[in-house]
């Protein structure tokens, strides 16, 4: 019986790892001396793209009214089952309004679903990432905590709009 060679037969090195080792090492040597990427927060802000999707929140128009009409397509879509509307009927030129529009912001994945969902551009993910909470309580946000004028949140529109 003769012995059946393989196709790659490992040299005594190659065995001992040793020309991995040495590879290993010469990367993070490389690495060593690369110009450092490491923002120095708090004092220095990361401002976001417009591409970034942070915190979800709903647009305000400038009279104060609300955009969203309460449809509830965002709280089906939303995989992690974080959002709650409830509708209420209304006699101006809106048909509904969301009487409770709540976000448990700990079942949040940010996802983005909600604002692709939505047909009014009322739920916006904005560019907030600074979430601290000290009880659970804390981190359901209300239509309170929710409501955020549109001009703040144009250059995200613009992106949606866009991209859409």
Do not use: H
Not at 27 to 54: A, C, D, I, N
Not at 122 to 135: G, H, P, Q, R, T
């Amino acid at each position: 019986m003769s012995v059946k060679k393989r196709k790659k037969d490992f040299t005594f090195l190659e065995n001992m790892y040793i020309p991995e080792i040495v590879k290993g090492m010469a990367l993070t040597l490389k690495m060593m001396f690369r110009p450092k990427v490491t923002m120095q927060y708090p004092e220095v802000r990361f401002e976001p793209p417009s591409s970034y999707r942070g915190r979800p929140v709903l647009g305000q128009e400038e009279n104060g009214e609300e955009r969203c009409v309460a449809c509830g397509l965002c709280s089906r879509v939303c995989p992690s089952l974080a959002i709650e509307v409830q509708a209420a009927e209304t006699t101006r030129e809106k048909e509904r309004f969301p009487e409770k529009f709540e976000i448990n912001m700990l079942r949040c994945i940010f996802c983005g679903f909600c604002e692709e969902v939505c047909p009014e551009e009322a739920i916006i993910m904005s560019k907030d990432y600074e979430l601290v909470f000290d009880n659970r309580a804390d981190a359901i946000y209300g239509k309170e905590k929710l409501l955020v004028p549109v001009k703040k949140l144009e250059d995200r529109i613009q992106f949606i709009r866009k991209y859409k």
